[in-house]
């Protein structure tokens, strides 16, 4: 591993624990969210808190200096950064959409990042979260696989009626709680 990033242990361990799993979260979350149909006021929230969210882990996978971690410091030697996963031009979209006080805010609604990007943006993630999690070292899997089955034991989210059926539902197995219903 080479970074010159060196948190306190403590602060590692909180971040891997704590803080990267909620990420993971809420951008699953939120981005299911997004897709129904609200007033303009909580769907913009919500696309922002996705974009918002999405932002922070590609930081985070592409080692960008505005995360404080290095994803190689809980993996094998063997992993290598892909910093072509998502282009760098999403991050500047990212960037100029979600920041409204800037003279390079998006002012298009063409222009802006809409469900078919979010949905590229969110599989890119999951498909670097998976490489991620398949590289961590034997501690890291160990605690990785904790929170994999805490979040299993939580109760399932039933998406609201009209909520369309995605392929993060499908993959999370939550659209069996609606169809059994039916």
């Given at each position: 591993m080479t970074t010159n990033k060196k948190p306190a242990p403590h602060l590692k361990e909180e971040f891997f624990t704590e803080h990267l799993p909620y990420e993971i979260t809420m951008l699953r979350a939120t981005y299911e969210l997004a897709r129904v149909q609200k007033p303009a006021a909580e769907h913009n929230a919500l696309v922002e808190a996705f974009l918002l969210h999405a932002r922070n882990l590609i930081e985070f996978?592409?080692?960008?200096?505005?995360?404080?971690?290095?994803?190689?410091?809980?993996?094998?030697a063997s992993y290598q950064l892909n910093k072509d996963f998502v282009a760098d031009g999403v991050m500047a979209k990212i960037n100029r959409q979600t920041s409204h006080l800037t003279a390079k805010r998006i002012s298009n609604a063409a222009?802006?990042?809409?469900?078919?990007?979010?949905?590229?943006?969110?599989?890119?993630?999951?498909?670097?979260?998976?490489?991620?999690?398949?590289?961590?070292?034997?501690?890291?899997?160990?605690?990785?696989?904790?929170?994999?089955?805490?979040?299993?034991?939580?109760?399932?989210?039933?998406?609201?009626?009209?909520?369309?059926?995605?392929?993060?539902?499908?993959?999370?197995?939550?659209?069996?709680?609606?169809?059994?219903?039916?």
């Open positions: 996978f592409k080692d960008r200096p505005a995360c404080d971690f290095d994803p190689r410091m809980f993996t094998a222009d802006e990042l809409g469900p078919r990007d979010w949905a590229l943006i969110l599989r890119a993630l999951e498909e670097e979260i998976s490489r991620f999690a398949k590289a961590l070292t034997r501690d890291y899997a160990a605690k990785w696989l904790l929170h994999q089955q805490a979040q299993a034991a939580r109760p399932v989210p039933v998406p609201p009626a009209d909520a369309a059926s995605s392929f993060v539902l499908r993959r999370a197995n939550l659209t069996a709680a609606q169809a059994s219903k039916t």
